[in-house]
C-alpha cells in the first residue's frame, strides 16, 4: 500500500515482516508471516483477510509488539510499538476476547482504564457510556464476565478496545462469536469509526463481512500478500456493466435485453437483485420487534 | 515513567480480586483456619508444652497452607494470562511489562497477606484454647478454653453464613465476601472472648483482657516474608514455564532453602547455593518464642529487608526474561 493511497501521513507502518516460530532448540519450525508491509493512514479500514492459519493475528501481534519479528520493522503514530505513547493512542480487540473471568464488565473497564491511567471521573464515565454503547449496562455490567455467553464476552472485549478513544483500531476477528444483530452492529461500529476519522485495521476470515465495511484489503495466504489494495479496484469487473431499474413493466426488461444484444453487447443477464440474508434476518427482527411494540402498547 | 509505573497497582488489585475469588484459594484458607482451630483440641500428652505445640503446628500449616495459596495464585496467574491471552491485551495498553510483572507479584503477596492475617488469628485462638496447664495433688494435665476453642471454630462458619446471605440477598460476590467476614470476624471473636477467664468465667467489661498471645504477631509476619519470596521465584518463572513446572520448581528452591545455612558451612558449592537460594531460617524462628522469648524486632526489619532485596533482585532477573517474551 502506497503513500498517495494513506495522504502521507502514516498511522500504521510496517515493512518486511517476518515471524518465524522456532522449537525449544532455537531450529526454525514455521514460518508464519513473510515478508508482509502495510500502510495506513487516518479514516481507512483496512481488511487484514486469509485463511485460518494464514498469519493474520501473527502480523497484528507483530504490529502491537507484543511479538517480536524475525525481520522487517513496524511503525505505529512514527513510534516503536511497544512506546506507551504509542500504545496510549490504539485499541486492540483480541481475536479470543480474552478476559478475566472473575471481574464484572465494570470491573474489567475499570481495570483497563487504570492502564491508562485514566483519572477517576473520566474512567467512570467511559465505563459507563461504552457499556451502554455495547448493550451491557444495567444487570449485566455487574455480573462476572466468566457467566457470559461468547457473544457478551465479546462485546466486554470491543468496550476495552475503545476505552482510551483510539487513533487506531486494531480488531482481530471482531464478529466472532456474535449473533447477526451483533454483528451487524460491530460492522456499523466499524463505518463509524473509520467516517470518524480514526484507523482500523481488522483481520478477518468471513469475505462478506470484510467487503461491507472495508476501504481497502491484503489477502494473505501461507504467511505472505498475496493480493493487496482498494476493495473498489480489486473487486471492479471493467469489462462488465450493471443497470438497475425500478417500476419497469413487466416483459420490457426482455426487450431491453434485445437492444443491449443488438447493440453488440454479450453475455447479457436479466435478473432481480436480492437482499441480503442478513439485512432480510435484521428486517424480520425488526418487524417482530415492532409488532411486540405495538401489542404491548394496545 | 507515572504512566508507566501507575499500572503496577491496577494490576495488582485485579490479580488479588481474581485470586481471592479462586475456589482453591477459599478451601485452603477454610481447612487451614479449621485445622488450626481443632488441632489443640485433638493434642494429647503435652506435658505442659500444649501451647508451644499449638503455636508451632499452627505456625507450620500457615507457612504450608500459604505456599500452597502462593502457588495457586503466583504460579498461575501469570501462566494462565499468558496462555490465555489476558496478558496480551494488558500489555497491548500503556503498560511496560517490568511493571505488568511487579504488579502480578503484588497481587500474589496481598493474598498471601489477607491469608495470613486470618490464620494468626486462628494461631492466636489456637494458643489460648491450649495454654491452661493445671496441677493439682491428684492429677496434672491440660485444661482447654473450651469457649476459644468453640470461638474459633463459629469463625469460619459464620464467614461462610455471611458471606453466603450476601451473595444470595445481593448477588454479591462469594469469594470476597467470604474473606471480607473471615478478616473482620476474629478481631471481634477476640474482644468477646476478653470478657471471659480461660476457666470460661465472666470478667465483665472492668475485667476484659485480650488474653491472646500477640508473641507470635512478627513469626506471622516473618512466614508472610518468606511466602513473599516463594511468590517472587515463581512469578518469575513462570514468565518461561507453564504453572506445573514453576511451582515444582520454585518449591524445590524453598526446600532448599531450609536447608541452605546447613550448605553454607561446607565447600564452594555449599556457599554458591546459600547465595543463590533464599535462606528460610531467617523467617522460622518459632523456637525464639519458647520460654517467653520474644522475636527481636531488629531481626524481624533484618529479615524484612532480606526478603524485599532477594524479591527484588527475583524480579529482576523475572523482568529480563519476560522483556522480549512472545505473547
Not at chain 1, 502495510?38 to 498469519?55: D, K, Q, T
Not at chain 1, 455495547?134 to 457473544?151: I, N
Not at chain 1, 469509526?193 to 472495508?214: I, N, P, Q
Not at chain 2, 503484588?106 to 496447664?133: D, P
Amino acid at each position: 500500500m502506497t503513500e498517495e493511497t494513506t495522504g502521507g501521513r502514516a498511522t500504521l507502518e510496517a515493512e518486511g515482516l517476518r515471524k518465524v516460530f522456532r522449537d525449544f532448540w532455537k531450529r526454525p519450525r514455521t514460518v508464519a508471516v513473510d515478508g508482509v508491509s502495510l500502510r495506513a493512514g487516518p479514516g481507512e479500514v483496512i481488511g487484514l483477510l486469509g485463511p485460518n492459519g494464514s498469519g493474520k493475528s501473527t502480523t497484528i501481534k507483530m504490529i502491537l509488539g507484543l511479538l517480536q519479528p524475525s525481520a522487517g520493522r513496524v511503525r505505529l503514530f512514527g513510534l516503536d510499538p511497544s512506546s506507551p505513547a504509542a500504545r496510549a493512542r490504539l485499541g486492540y480487540l483480541p481475536e479470543l476476547s480474552n478476559l478475566h473471568k472473575f471481574l464484572t464488565p465494570r470491573e474489567t473497564l475499570a481495570y483497563y482504564a487504570g492502564l491508562f491511567g485514566m483519572p477517576a471521573a473520566l474512567r467512570r464515565d467511559r465505563t459507563a457510556a461504552l457499556l451502554r454503547r455495547v448493550g451491557l449496562d444495567g444487570r449485566a455490567a455487574d455480573r462476572p464476565v466468566g457467566e457470559f455467553s461468547k457473544g457478551m464476552a465479546r462485546r466486554v472485549g470491543l468496550a476495552q478496545a475503545l476505552l482510551n478513544d483510539p487513533e487506531l483500531v486494531i480488531l482481530d476477528e471482531p464478529t466472532s462469536g456474535l449473533d447477526p444483530v451483533g454483528r451487524r452492529e460491530v460492522k456499523d461500529l466499524v463505518r463509524e469509526l473509520g467516517a470518524e476519522g480514526r484507523t482500523v485495521l481488522l483481520s478477518s476470515h468471513l469475505l462478506a463481512e470484510a467487503e461491507d465495511v472495508c476501504t481497502r484489503v491484503a489477502i494473505l495466504v501461507d504467511g505472505r500478500v498475496r493480493a493487496e489494495g482498494r476493495l473498489a479496484d480489486l473487486l471492479e469487473r471493467r469489462d462488465r456493466v450493471r443497470f438497475t431499474a425500478a417500476g419497469l413493466p413487466d416483459g420490457r426488461a426482455e426487450a431491453f435485453r434485445r437492444e443491449l444484444e443488438a447493440a453488440g453487447a454479450t453475455s447479457v443477464e436479466v435478473d432481480r437483485p436480492a437482499l441480503t440474508l442478513e439485512n432480510y434476518f435484521l428486517e424480520i427482527l425488526r418487524r417482530t420487534r415492532a409488532e411486540e411494540a405495538a401489542e404491548e402498547a394496545k | 515513567m507515572r504512566r508507566v509505573f501507575g499500572a503496577i497497582r491496577p494490576v495488582a488489585v485485579s490479580t488479588a480480586i481474581e485470586g481471592l475469588q479462586q475456589p482453591v484459594v477459599l478451601l485452603l484458607s477454610l481447612a487451614c483456619f479449621v485445622l488450626v482451630a481443632l488441632q489443640p483440641v485433638v493434642q494429647l500428652h503435652t506435658f505442659g508444652d500444649s501451647a508451644r505445640l499449638a503455636r508451632d503446628c499452627g505456625m507450620g500449616f500457615l507457612l504450608v497452607f500459604g505456599v500452597l495459596v502462593a502457588a495457586f495464585t503466583a504460579g498461575s496467574t501469570l501462566a494462565a494470562e499468558i496462555r490465555d491471552g489476558t496478558a496480551a491485551t494488558a500489555l497491548a495498553k500503556p503498560v511496560s511489562r517490568p511493571a505488568f510483572l511487579v504488579g502480578k507479584f503484588l497481587g500474589s503477596c496481598a493474598v498471601a497477606a489477607v491469608f495470613a492475617w486470618c490464620q494468626t488469628w486462628a494461631v492466636l485462638f489456637a494458643q489460648r484454647t491450649a495454654e491452661a496447664w493445671v496441677e493439682t495433688a491428684k492429677t496434672a494435665g491440660d485444661r482447654r478454653d473450651a469457649l476459644c476453642a468453640l470461638l474459633s471454630l463459629v469463625v469460619p462458619a459464620l464467614a461462610l453464613g455471611l458471606a453466603a446471605l450476601v451473595n444470595a440477598r445481593t448477588r454479591r460476590r462469594f469469594g470476597l465476601w467470604f474473606f471480607a467476614f473471615l478478616a473482620a470476624l476474629p478481631p471481634l471473636a477476640a474482644a468477646l472472648l476478653g470478657l471471659f477467664a480461660r476457666d470460661g468465667s465472666w470478667l465483665g467489661l472492668a475485667g476484659w483482657s485480650l488474653g491472646l498471645d500477640l508473641r507470635v504477631v512478627p513469626l506471622a509476619f516473618q512466614l508472610l516474608l518468606l511466602v513473599a519470596v516463594f511468590c517472587a521465584i515463581a512469578t518469575a518463572l513462570t514468565t518461561r514455564l507453564a504453572t506445573g513446572p514453576a511451582v515444582a520448581l520454585s518449591f524445590l528452591v524453598l526446600m532448599l532453602g531450609f536447608l541452605a545455612d546447613g550448605a553454607a558451612a561446607g565447600g564452594p558449592a555449599g556457599k554458591l547455593l546459600y547465595a543463590l537460594v533464599p535462606d528460610a531460617q531467617h523467617f522460622w524462628t518459632a523456637d525464639a518464642l519458647a520460654r517467653g522469648g520474644t522475636i527481636p524486632a531488629a531481626h524481624t526489619l533484618r529479615a524484612a529487608l532480606y526478603a524485599a532485596t532477594y524479591c527484588a533482585a527475583v524480579l529482576a532477573l523475572g523482568c529480563v526474561s519476560f522483556r522480549k517474551k512472545d505473547l
